[in-house]
């Protein structure tokens, strides 16, 4: 369940995974974490996989992309993927 790839593949695929999914990293979070991207479990906490990586919860698929659509509505010209990035990194430490 769920591939591993960086976090930055999965900013980049942001509009192509499934919205009810859970994007897992490694820490410290950066465009190069390892993740995957799968449902939260039932019974709350962890997906085993993500578990054995030692990944810990990010953001959900769908906040990921609401806070990506308001924060790029406010710019007046398209960030680039990175910035995208770094941006999701800096709401998920300080405001998810």
Request: hydrophobic content about 45%.
């Amino acid at each position: 369940m769920g591939r591993t790839m960086r976090l930055i593949e999965a900013v980049r695929d942001l509009d192509f995974l499934e919205e009810g999914s859970t994007v897992y990293a490694a820490k410290p979070w950066s465009e190069d974490s390892e993740v995957i991207v799968a449902p939260e479990p039932d019974s709350g906490g962890l997906p085993l996989n993500a578990q054995q990586l030692g990944l810990e919860y990010f953001l959900e698929v769908f906040l990921a992309r609401e806070f990506l659509t308001g924060w790029m509505a406010s710019l007046k010209v398209e960030p680039t993927l990175q910035d995208k990035c770094r941006r999701l990194i800096q709401y998920a430490m300080t405001d998810a």
